[in-house]
């Protein structure tokens, strides 16, 4: 049996299969030997026919382009058909997750050199999503620099700027937690920043949460501190979500208002310079 475990966000995963498995890049700096484990992947060779084909998916993740996996609710478990991002009408992976969210079991087809890669984009991203449903935590699409005691996010919509106004912080001197793809977590009643796993390598980083900033451009600088429902929903607006369940809507809703009163939240237009730096230090809340 080949046993591998990932340290993700804190959240330790075991994947076991009877063939090698193989890893992309990105995975590599996040291995771990910690025996305590959150979440057990069985990972199998072969797909078996669609045990879906009769079913109407409760979820469908799309964009115009494609259709990148369905959700399929069984009696005790929630089934996932995940779709080859190069071939859309091809089935990459089937998977199965228990009904508490521990246990998966992923179906795919072995490389020509026979082994297998369970986290195949997009399998990977929908377990770290499913890893924040039993936990004090989410995931969101963001990108966010760290001073070493604040982190700063930074999310909006496509286009908005989150490598630019991250990219702009990182060479004042911040480190890049990540650019695209985090988890935040509540810990003792603190809130704390996970990068998470990518197409390239990249140490496993961590910061305290100080703020969340909603970019857009503009012609100038310009800053306004969000409070109440209207910085929930905001906020809300740019974490991953499969909202097919009532209870996961009321997860994330309690996690976000929770998140949005003890930490700031800004609607930032922002000019592509490094004024936008110091202008931010000068108008956040102290």
């Known amino acids: 049996m080949n046993i591998i475990k990932i340290n993700i966000a ?14 992309e890049v990105g995975y590599e700096p996040f291995l771990s030997d910690e025996t305590l484990v959150d979440v057990r992947i069985e990972c199998i060779s072969g797909l078996p026919l669609n045990p879906f084909a009769a079913m109407k998916p409760v979820f469908v993740a799309e964009n115009e382009a494609q259709t990148f996996y369905s959700i399929y609710r069984t009696e005790n478990q929630l089934g996932f058909l995940i779709y080859s991002q190069q071939n859309t009408t091809e089935i990459q992976q089937i998977a199965f997750l228990s009904e508490d969210f521990k246990r998966w079991t992923v179906y795919s087809q072995p490389s020509v050199t026979g082994k297998l890669n369970p986290l195949r984009y997009p399998m ?32 909006g919509f496509s286009g908005a700027g989150k490598s630019t106004i991250s990219g702009i ?10 650019d695209d793809r985090l988890i935040i977590r509540r810990e ?6 996970y990068n998470t796993p990518m197409y390239y390598a990249d140490m496993p980083k961590k910061t305290k949460l100080w703020s969340i900033n909603l970019i857009s451009h503009s012609p100038k600088n310009r800053m306004r501190k969000l409070s109440g429902a209207l910085a929930v929903s905001k906020v809300l607006a740019f974490c991953i979500q499969n909202n097919f369940d009532k209870s996961f809507i009321e997860s994330n809703l309690a996690f976000i208002s929770g998140l949005c009163s003890a930490i700031g939240v800004y609607e930032l237009g922002f000019v592509p310079d490094r004024n936008v730096v110091d202008f931010v230090l000068e108008n956040e809340a102290k």
Request: aromatic share 12%; hydrophobic share 40%; net charge negative.
């Open 10 to 23: 804190g959240f330790v995963l075991e994947l076991c299969s009877e063939k090698e498995i193989e890893l």
């Open 169 to 178: 912080w990182a060479d004042y001197g911040y480190q890049l937690i990540n």
């Open 124 to 155: 990977g991203p929908i377990i770290m999503h499913y890893l924040t449903m039993n936990a004090d935590a989410v995931m969101i699409h963001a990108s966010c620099v760290s001073d070493g005691q604040k982190g700063r996010i930074f999310t």
């Open 188 to 193: 003792n009643n603190e809130y704390f920043v």
